[in-house]
């Protein structure tokens, strides 16, 4: 009896040291989710080396089939907002263009995301969600613009070589404009966008530049692998004591964090605009979910909707 108890004696130290070893080396693998609590934040943390923590999260639905998540976290040391909507295309909704007063044709003025959503709606849209589109010169597109299944701008000019495409059969994809070619026939909403943040899971190419790498507000949109969810992100910027933006090579890796498998940079910075559905005693209203660097949203020429489908 004594022999065992000899023997059990040296052994323990040991087996302590190897199980205290194995339980080093799982936490050394363990992926740093650096404070986020849900699935998709903790995957956005996870995939983005200059988020250095998670501070808080709000998850709601705002109808069925769209998700947002609200999220502050520290990013280059810095405080930063961040806001993803996660649309469920197989829910009874849909992605569609919009234009000042909802026109196809004859569009003088620009007009806000809110003002936008609320032409859409007066038309007979239910509008649930409104983000803005890509960039523009005047009253004209920069890159490609459909809306409708009307072509109102059919080329798209240099560095706006790619775009958000709503085809006849509901589906929506990201792609280059020489691919548009191929669905032209098809499409019924396009919005033109600038750098390709994402193509077929691969980072893309783009030129690093002042606009680029400066923080700032970002606007940029993706989809994943069999696009059956639409992604949108709206991050907050020039608003140093809540929000100061982010890099758009950081937009990469956050999109890929999310899920994303096609993902494309809209126009941001001022121009970054989230507005969302709100139903009250006197009637619907739209309301930006992001703080603005200035007191109003900024008029622009179009806009993403998430709708219900006809």
Known sequence: MKKICKFSLCILPALLLAIATASCDKNDDAIDTKGGKS???????????????????????LCDGVE????????????????????????????????????????????????????????????????????????QATG?????????????????????????????????????????????????????????????????????MALQARTFVGTNADASKFYIFVVEGSTPEQSTGIRLKDAMYISQGAGCYQALNLRGDVYTTLAVREETASGVEFNTLNKLQQSFPQDVLNGL??????
């Open 305 to 310: 909707l998430i709708i219900d489908k006809q």
């Open 68 to 139: 947002i998540t609200d999220i502050s976290c520290t990013y280059m040391l810095e405080p930063t907002r961040l806001i993803v909507a996660v649309v469920d295309l197989n829910k009874n909704i849909t992605v569609a263009a919009s234009s000042p007063g909802n026109k196809t044709s004859g569009i003088s003025t620009l007009e806000s995301i809110p003002e936008q959503a609320m032409s859409a709606e007066k038309a007979g849209m239910k509008v649930w969600l409104a983000v803005n589109g890509g960039n523009f010169n005047g009253t």
């Open 39 to 61: 699935t998709l934040v903790q995957n956005i943390a996870a995939n983005t080396d200059y988020i250095q923590s998670i501070e808080s999260e709000v998850t709601y639905n």
């Open 144 to 212: 490609l613009f459909y809306k409708d299944g009307v072509a109102i701008k059919e080329s798209a000019e240099s560095g706006e070589d790619n775009c958000v495409v709503v085809t006849q059969d509901g589906k929506v994809r990201i792609c280059s404009v020489s691919d548009f070619l191929v669905l032209k026939n098809q499409a019924v909403h396009a919005i033109g966008g600038a750098q390709r943040l994402l193509e077929d899971g691969e980072f893309g190419a783009f030129m690093a530049d002042d606009n680029t």
